[in-house]
């Protein structure tokens, strides 16, 4: 059906869409968060499933509920790091007056080789109850103090322990599923390729770009894993030997942030440079001095991500991840409005699978292209004498006036020598 729609009239329906689509997934966030996981989490253990099957000779039920006991494993395993870390991290706080004192002492000696500070400030002076009994203590001291008395932990690990329990159903929930994506997932992949009509050019897209978005997605969750984890391991090396307070918290977060890019990245840096300003003693640091530490940690940091963004990830994932950095950025902000912290984590294996449908659609490859991190495509004009026609069926529609709208049939698009790939305009005059 013809329907002779405007230029303007097209690009609107197209926004509607787009707001509509978003709005879906905004109000059906509780579902389609946990089938996306789950989707991705089928296709990273697909492979093993069919491994043990195939290898090992075991029933294929068995198969991909042994690989999904091992992704439990290693999930049971970042739980417990992280159930180690953080109750370490506040029996660590100070227990007595002589301690709360020597560490404001040691946080307020730090923080003045930055910001100059009187003895006497009452926010943020020295705390010296010896040599000055007449002085209230410095309000900074009871402010930190406050925060972390008893009652203001035991408020705050009961509101962590109502936020574990939901994850834990929501786990639960996503773990069902990946299973039975694993046990149905070739059935169900032939289905979906039925969907689109006994035509075997469009079921041969079809097949490859499923293909393509399976393959981009495990390649980013696996690569992006062990990097992650040899990311940890540097850093907190690093961290332990410049005597960082809590050292093992940090390479924890770098592990699990880094999965956010640029972002995640950039949180999960501010922790150690805080640490090492506030908590590191000058007289058993290595390098002798906070604030040396602390610029040592900065450079040392930003070598390290600037290292793994620049070559490793490139050199691990090739072009299953080829976007660029503009397309992450605008896409992490988006899904984080749409899904919150959750889509922060989906952003990237989410928009590798959208890139993946726009080439293999046809008029969408430009799309594909405008999301990859490759130099532009070169436009292909058609030759002179289709741009002829065109011209003239323009001059004979608009008329003499030049005061008609001109409308043109959307099969127009196709009559060119334009190729699959290419990122020509609808064939409207300039």
Request: negative net charge; charged residues 15%.
């Amino acid at each position: 059906m013809n329907l002779n729609l405007t230029l303007a009239t097209r690009i609107g329906l197209n926004l509607c869409a787009i707001f509509g689509i978003t709005a879906a997934l905004y109000l059906g966030s509780s579902i389609f968060i946990p089938i996306v996981f789950s989707v991705l989490l089928a296709s990273v253990l697909f492979p093993l499933a069919k491994f043990i099957h195939e290898q090992l000779r075991v029933p294929w039920f068995f198969s991909c509920l042994t690989a999904l006991l091992g992704l439990v494993a290693l999930h049971l395993v970042v739980i417990g790091a992280f159930t180690w870390a953080i109750p370490k991290t506040i029996v660590g706080l100070p227990q007595t007056e002589q301690a709360w004192i020597a560490q404001y002492n040691t946080i307020q000696s730090n923080l003045s080789q930055l910001f100059p500070v009187k003895d006497d400030d009452e926010f943020f002076g020295r705390y010296d109850p010896n040599r000055y009994p007449d002085r209230p203590p410095p309000k900074a001291i009871s402010l930190v103090r406050k925060q972390l008395t008893e009652e203001q932990l035991s408020s705050g690990l009961v509101k962590l322990s109502v936020l574990g329990l939901d994850h834990l159903w929501q786990a639960i929930l996503v773990l069902f599923i990946t299973l039975f994506l694993l046990l149905e997932g070739q059935m169900l992949a032939d289905k979906v390729k039925a969907i689109f009509g006994p035509s075997i050019e469009i079921r041969g897209r079809v097949t490859f770009a499923l293909a393509e978005m399976t393959e981009a997605i495990r390649t980013y969750l696996v690569w992006r894993t062990i990097v992650n984890l040899g990311l940890a391991l540097v850093l907190g090396s690093a961290y332990w030997y410049l005597g960082l307070k809590h050292w093992y918290l940090w390479a924890l977060l770098v592990a699990v942030l880094s999965y956010v890019p640029y972002i995640g990245t950039i949180a999960a840096g501010i922790p150690p440079l805080v640490d090492a300003l506030l908590f590191v003693d000058p007289s058993t640091a290595p390098l002798g001095s906070a604030l040396l530490t602390a610029f040592f940690i900065s450079i040392f940091y930003t070598c390290v991500v600037t290292f793994e963004g620049y070559i490793i990830v490139p050199w691990v994932m090739g072009r299953s991840m080829d976007l660029n950095a503009t397309t992450v950025l605008l896409a992490c902000l988006y899904w984080h409005q749409v899904w919150g912290i959750a889509g922060l984590f989906l952003a990237m294996p989410l928009m590798a699978a959208l890139k993946a449908i726009c080439m293999q659609v046809e008029g969408w490859q430009g799309w594909g292209h405008l999301m990859g991190s490759g130099p532009a495509v070169e436009l292909k004009l058609d030759d002179a004498a289709t741009e002829k026609a065109r011209l003239e069926a323009i001059e004979i529609a608009v008329g003499d006036n030049g005061e008609q709208t001109v409308v043109i049939d959307p099969n127009e698009d196709r009559k060119g020598a334009t190729q699959s790939g290419d990122t020509k305009s609808d064939g409207y005059p300039s």
